[in-house]
Structure formats: structure tokens, C-alpha cells
């Protein structure tokens, strides 16, 4: 599908994602060998976005999985659709009312009705889940299975099974098996430790948060609005905050929040004004935002506090 | 290439790296599929098939350049920086010197860098490989450099380059020559740096092939040394994921509730009513916990352990507040909820080093009561992780009667051997009778069983 790394890379910035070397490496790998990416790092720095950016550039139709506790298989899966097996027995009452008729005893109708069971356990009556309809899609496909790490650890064996195979058995109607293999992203937060055997299964791709050269792209390539100066600033304040000690550091998104707010605000410059109407769009946290306060804005050099570390 | 990347792996694999088979044979393919024209990416395929852990990557960062080369420039012969008369002179001057050349400037003049076999031959000379860390491939590799004859190099250099004078070697080429010999003697050392921490990589291969398999779960935690702490700090990972699949088992077996009419009521609308689908009450089995551990020196080894199994366990705890004392008592949740619990637990010890005999578990219950009772209420399990010694303070049983009233259950650890219960200063006998269960936890064996009951029924 792409043909060198670098083909890779220019997909996705076609798409207004800027990847590092290693993202595109990674992707280009994983297009190769058929392998599930695990995708970890913080929260908001694109993981999620990889994928959707992935699934546009490759023209793969875009199936998501969103984990959380307590997801099984019915909800990942598929389902009986109960209520359409009702409405149709009512209504096809009159002719099964048909076929009995004939019947002579009890156990010829018993019979007579067990050879159209397959009716009502037909594809028809399967509600299917993002998973089974992955695997079967006609057209080239990515599933995004979002934060796997709020899974429970049971689901995540059941994956195993699904990722080596790409193939599904539904009891009543026998295995169901991929007619195009699907590419597989998973993205974790890293809220609990998955078990090594689903990561044996995949490439590993942890993205950090963006240089400070690559978030600028970011920022100008998302909010083109932003003028250079005042993106470069806004950009350098984020840095120097990811330096601080925070409970919740800035993502790339909020960067990307806060940028268009200075935007909407049309802000000329970064004062502490401005800073301070805005900066709850940065930080969410009461103690980050007073800790921040405290962060000098004309310092220009490192990230340095006026008053040191808090007591806490 | 192929024999480079299997004992790179190995490398890995002795540094605490988990690497299966089948990874290893994905990044033979993945090598395939991409080629090796290009370092970075070469390195980024490595990285992506074989390490999928983020506190890997340090390691792999430190081995790579080990088994696959700086991208050092390699060295230069006199030939690329003297012009044929200077070359003619260089000559001359190593003919009178002759016979007093050594090994080292040979090469360096030569641009010969040693080959796999001498360096090996070094290497048996100069003793046992040196130790995993980067300042100790710096002293070998100068080691190695002495003997090849560093100490007499400045003198010969010195002569030379008189001679060199003496000959009408212009003051430009002659500077040439001392830039192309410095440059040459710094390829030559990092190539001896390189081999030096290769060597260091494979010793620790082979000592770690060497260890015996880990029967240190039944070591007792007064007599680990720090080595065997940390070997069992790892296998802390694997009992969590065992205890943790436990645990969930027990909670998908565990007997369902009673039916749950309001929830079936709404679930079967659709079916007109018609009760196809029953629903039951969750049982609530994960349980609340509030661990009050005594980090003092006598039982610290225990108390980070428990803190890690809990940590480790978080998705099968509802909810878990810890605490610490030694003569006063500190919440230490926060420490765990914002960081990973290897760096909390770390954290914790350095804000509340421990003091000579200044345990006071009285005055820190009593703190407890006072302060922190809140966390505490009928769903909740109190562990008290300790050896109950109390030097001689009052041990404040009101207090521990109080919490015992409100608490679900009272469990009691104690990494003391049970014949030193109740000798000296310990009221652990006191403290007893007022405990839903005590458990003596003075191996991970035992610590891992005994947080194994806390998920039962």
C-alpha cells in the first residue's frame, strides 16, 4: 500500500498529521508484516487521531471499538437481535400455522419446525458489533480498539483470539473468518499493565509529546489563523509548563484548544492578561493552574518557579 | 547480521527485557521487509518489534549502539592528509626511529584498527570483563589503550615529530599529521569502548543464564540483599497478573445476586413484557481498602512489596487509600494515584526516612482516628501492615477498637516470626483479638497468599 517510509510520512501529513520518523516507521511496518500496533503515551497526544488519519490516507474504512469496564462480548461481538426474532415469529405466524398443519403428532411438528430453525438463526437476526464487523467488511478495513487498558482482563484474552486468527465462531452459524485482514490499532493510557501476551502480538509505538519544532508545525498546520510569533510563544509556554511538576500536563489538543481561543480572542500578544482568562483552557486542575500562575512569564530560559516547590 | 540481532536479543533479555521467541522472529521480518540502509529506521524497527514497555527503552537506547556501532568514522591513513614529499619525509623520520615504535603508534599510523581476534586476545589478558555501566567501559577501554603502549606514546610523538623538524617537514603539515593521529587514536579508543561494554553485555548474558531459578519467593524479607529485592521486585509483575486473574475469575463466579426486578422490568419492554431476559444484582466483590503499613526500617522490604501488589492490583480494587508511619502517620495515596507505583514507592522512602526506635503505632492510630476516620466505613477492609512493636508506647487499643467497629474486616500483617510475637516491645498479642484474621507475612509467598484472602467472598 505505501511504498517507502517516507511515502508513509507524506500520506499522513496529506492528511494535516505530522508524524515522527518513528510513527511512520512503525505504520510502514505494520502495512508490511500485518501486525496490530499497540499505540501508548499520554492522553491527547493524537493516539486516537493515528488511527483516524490512518484509516483516511489508506482508504480503509474506519471500524471503532471504544474499552471500557465491564465490555464483553456481546457489546464487542454480536448480539441475537431478540426483538426482530419476536416481530417475525409474530408475523410469519400465520405461516408457520401453515407448515404445522400437516403435522401429524407432536414430535412430526417438533421436526417439521426444527428444520426451519435456520431462519430465525441466520445473519439476518445478528446484530453485529464493531468487531465481527471489521472482520467482515469487503473493503480494506482498520479497527481502532480505543483504550484497551479500561478493558477488563478477560475481554483482553478474548482479543488474543480474535488478533492472531481474525476469525470469529458464532455457535449457531460456524466460523466466520476475515475475508480482508483488517490493520489493528490499539491505544492505551497505560492505567493498568496488559498482559504480555497481547503485546507479544503487536508493534509497540509509544508517542510522547511533540518537540517543540514539531508542535509548532502542529499548531500552524491545525490553527493557520495563529500568526507565527504568537504561535511560537504559545508553543514555548506549553513546553516550559510540561516542565513543571503537574497533576494533568497540557496535551497537543489542548495546545491546539488553546491556540484557537487566542485566536477567537484575537490576542495580540501573550500578557498576563490574556494568559490568565485562558490558561484553565490548558491546565484543568485548580493546584496546575496556581502553580502555573507562578511561573514567570518574561523569564524566557527554562521553565523556572518564583517561589520553588510548594509544600504539600 | 542475523548472529549480531540474536545476540542482541539475548543482551536484552539479560537486562530485564522481556522478549519472547515469536518477537524475535517478528524483527528478523520486519528487518526484512525494510532493509538495514538506514540506522535510524533500522533502530525504530527494533525498537517497535522488540520492546514494548516504556521503562525498556532506556535499556535498549544504552545496547544499541553496543551491538550496532556509533556510526563512527573510521580512521585515516597519512596518505589522505600529507602530500607525496611529506610522506617522503614522514619516512624517513620512522626509519631512524625504527625498532622503537610501538604497537600503538604503528597502528595509529598504519590506520589499523584491531580485529575481533585481538581484541578477544586482550580481553583474556586483562582479567575479568568490566562491570554494565558507562564509566567503567571508559576505564577499560583506557586499560587497553596502556597496553598497547599509550603511556610511551606522547614520548615517541615528540621524537618524531622532532625528527620530523629536523627533516624540513613544514609547521602545516605537521599539525596535519598531529590532527590525523589524534583523530586516529580517538576511532581507536571508542572502538576499544565499543568492545569493552560488548563484552561487559555478554558477561552479564552468561551470568544471568548461570543464576538458579528464582526460589527467592520463599526467602524471608529480613535476609534479601538488595540484588534479590530487586530480582523479586520483577517477579512482583508476574504474581500480580496471576492473583489478578484470580481475582476476576471469583468475580464472574462469584454467586450472583438476587433478581433484580426493576432492571428486568425495563430490559424485557421490548419483548412486550414478556420476561425473556432476566436481570440480577451485581454483587459488589472488589473490595475497599485502606492499608496503614509501617515503613520503618524493620519492615520496609515488606511494606513496598505490599504497596506493590496492591498498587499492581488497582483494577480489582474498588477503591484503596494507603498511609504510612513510623512515629507519625502521612497519606501516601496521592504518591500512587499520580505516579507509577515503582517511582511512588521510591518517593515515599525518601519523604519519610526512617529514625532509630522512634516507631510510635499508638500516637499514629490515634492520628488516624482523629484525622482520617472518613476513610473508613462498612465496605472497607483496614489492613495493618507491621510488627505491632511499639516501643513501649501507650498502643491506643481504644482507637483500634473504633476502627474495627466501623470497618468491614481488620486484617493484620506481620513479617515477625510468631515465636517473637509478644516478646519485648511488641503488643502485637493485644492487638490480636480485636483482628477479623492475622496473617504472618514474612516472605512474598506468604505476602501474595495473604492478599489472596482479601479477594475472597
Redesign the interface.
Known amino acids: 500500500m505505501f511504498s517507502s517510509i517516507q511515502g508513509v510520512a507524506d500520506a499522513l501529513v496529506g492528511q494535516q498529521y505530522i508524524p515522527s520518523e518513528e510513527i511512520a516507521t512503525v505504520l510502514f511496518l505494520a502495512e508490511r508484516l500485518g501486525k496490530p500496533v499497540l499505540v501508548e503515551g499520554p492522553a491527547g497526544v493524537g493516539k486516537t487521531e493515528l488511527a483516524k488519519v490512518w484509516s483516511q490516507a489508506t482508504g480503509r474504512r474506519l471500524f471503532r471499538l471504544q474499552c471500557y469496564e465491564g465490555l464483553d462480548e456481546s457489546k464487542a461481538l454480536y448480539e441475537w437481535e431478540y426483538a426482530k426474532q419476536m416481530l417475525y415469529t409474530q408475523l410469519l405466524r400465520e405461516k408457520l400455522h401453515d407448515l404445522l398443519a400437516e403435522a401429524t403428532s407432536l414430535a412430526d411438528a417438533a421436526d417439521r419446525l426444527a428444520r426451519e430453525e435456520d431462519v430465525f438463526f441466520s445473519e439476518r437476526f445478528l446484530l453485529q458489533r464493531p468487531l465481527l464487523r471489521a472482520i467482515q467488511a469487503d473493503v480494506p478495513s482498520l479497527l481502532l480498539i480505543d483504550e484497551i487498558d479500561r478493558s477488563d482482563a478477560e475481554f483482553e484474552a478474548f482479543l488474543l483470539e480474535v488478533l492472531s486468527d481474525f476469525q470469529v465462531s458464532v455457535p449457531e452459524l460456524g466460523t466466520l473468518k476475515a475475508k480482508v485482514h483488517p490493520a489493528v490499532v490499539l491505544t492505551s493510557n497505560n492505567t493498568r499493565e496488559l498482559s504480555d501476551a497481547l503485546k507479544r502480538r503487536c508493534l509497540y509505538l509509544y508517542i510522547d509529546y511533540p518537540s517543540i519544532e514539531q508542535e509548532l508545525r502542529i499548531v500552524q498546520l491545525k490553527v493557520p489563523e495563529l500568526g507565527p510569533e504568537l504561535a511560537r510563544q504559545a508553543v514555548e509556554l506549553v513546553q516550559r509548563l510540561r516542565q513543571l511538576d503537574l497533576r494533568k500536563q497540557p496535551s497537543v489538543s489542548e495546545t491546539l484548544d488553546w491556540a484557537r481561543s487566542l485566536v477567537t480572542l484575537n490576542a495580540a500578544a501573550i500578557d498576563e492578561a490574556t494568559l490568565r482568562s485562558t490558561i484553565t483552557v490548558l491546565l484543568k486542575h485548580e493546584r496546575d493552574v496556581l502553580r502555573a500562575r507562578r511561573l514567570r512569564l518574561s523569564d524566557n530560559g527554562a521553565g523556572r518557579e518564583e517561589y520553588g516547590e510548594t509544600p504539600r | 547480521m542475523e548472529r549480531r540481532l540474536v545476540e542482541f536479543v539475548a543482551a536484552l533479555r539479560a537486562a530485564g527485557v ?1 522478549v ?1 521467541v ?2 524475535s522472529e ?1 524483527c528478523f ?2 528487518v526484512e ?2 532493509g538495514v540502509q538506514d540506522r ?2 533500522f533502530r ?2 527494533l ?3 522488540l ?4 521503562r525498556d ?1 532506556p535499556t535498549f537506547n544504552d545496547l544499541f549502539p553496543l551491538y550496532f556501532g556509533h556510526g563512527q568514522p573510521p580512521m585515516l591513513r597519512p596518505q589522505d592528509a600529507l602530500s607525496e614529499d611529506e610522506e617522503e619525509l614522514l619516512r624517513q623520520a620512522l626509519e631512524e626511529l625504527a625498532g622503537r615504535l610501538n604497537e600503538l603508534l604503528r597502528r595509529l599510523l598504519d590506520a589499523r584498527a584491531l580485529s575481533q581476534e585481538e581484541l578477544e586476545a586482550m580481553q583474556r589478558q586483562g582479567g575479568p570483563p568490566p562491570r554494565r555501566s558507562p564509566r567503567s567501559r571508559d576505564w577499560r577501554a583506557r586499560q587497553l589503550l596502556r597496553a598497547l603502549g599509550l603511556k610511551e606514546l606522547e614520548e615517541l610523538l615528540n621524537e618524531l615529530f622532532e625528527k620530523l623538524a629536523a627533516l624540513g617537514m613544514s609547521e602545516e603539515g605537521m599539525e596535519r599529521l598531529r590532527a590525523l593521529l589524534g583523530h586516529n587514536l580517538e576511532a581507536l579508543e571508542e572502538q576499544l569502548r565499543h568492545f569493552a561494554g560488548q563484552a561487559a553485555a555478554r558477561q552479564h548474558v552468561e551470568e544471568q543464564e548461570r543464576r538458579p531459578g528464582p526460589d527467592l519467593l520463599d526467602r524471608p524479607f529480613s535476609h534479601l540483599s538488595e540484588a534479590e529485592a530487586h530480582a523479586l521486585r520483577q517477579e512482583v ?1 508476574r504474581l ?2 496471576r492473583l ?2 484470580r481475582a ?1 475469575l471469583r468475580q ?1 463466579r462469584g454467586r450472583r445476586g438476587g433478581l433484580d426486578a426493576k432492571a428486568t422490568v425495563r430490559a424485557n419492554q ?3 413484557g414478556v420476561p ?2 432476566l436481570r440480577f444484582k451485581r454483587r459488589r466483590l472488589k473490595p475497599k481498602l485502606v492499608l496503614i503499613c509501617d515503613i520503618s526500617t524493620s519492615v520496609r522490604f515488606c511494606a513496598e512489596f505490599l504497596l506493590r501488589l496492591i498498587y ?1 492490583l ?2 480489582q480494587v474498588a477503591k484503596a487509600r494507603s498511609f504510612a508511619f513510623i512515629d507519625h502517620l502521612e497519606e501516601i495515596s ?1 504518591d500512587f494515584n ?1 505516579h507509577h507505583p515503582q517511582e511512588a514507592i521510591v518517593s515515599v522512602l525518601r519523604r519519610l526516612p526512617a529514625g532509630h526506635y522512634n516507631t510510635d503505632l499508638g500516637q499514629s492510630l490515634a492520628q488516624f482516628c482523629h484525622t482520617k476516620l472518613d476513610a473508613v466505613d462498612r465496605r472497607t477492609t483496614v489492613i495493618i501492615l507491621g510488627d505491632g512493636r511499639n516501643n513501649y508506647h501507650d498502643p491506643r487499643l481504644d482507637c483500634f477498637e473504633l476502627m474495627k467497629r466501623r470497618a468491614r474486616r481488620l486484617v493484620w500483617m506481620n513479617p515477625e516470626a510468631p515465636h517473637l510475637w509478644g516478646t519485648g516491645d511488641s503488643d502485637i498479642q493485644q492487638y490480636i483479638p480485636h483482628c477479623y484474621s492475622v496473617h504472618k507475612v514474612s516472605t512474598l509467598a506468604e505476602l501474595a497468599a495473604a492478599v489472596d484472602r482479601l479477594f475472597g467472598a
Open positions: 522481556r519472547s515469536a518477537e517478528d521480518r520486519a521487509a525494510v535510524t529506521v525504530d524497527i525498537a517497535a518489534s520492546v514494548k514497555e516504556r527503552l509483575r500480580a497478573a489478578r486473574s476476576a464472574r421490548r419483548y412486550a425473556l431476559d499492581e488497582q483494577d496521592d499520580e
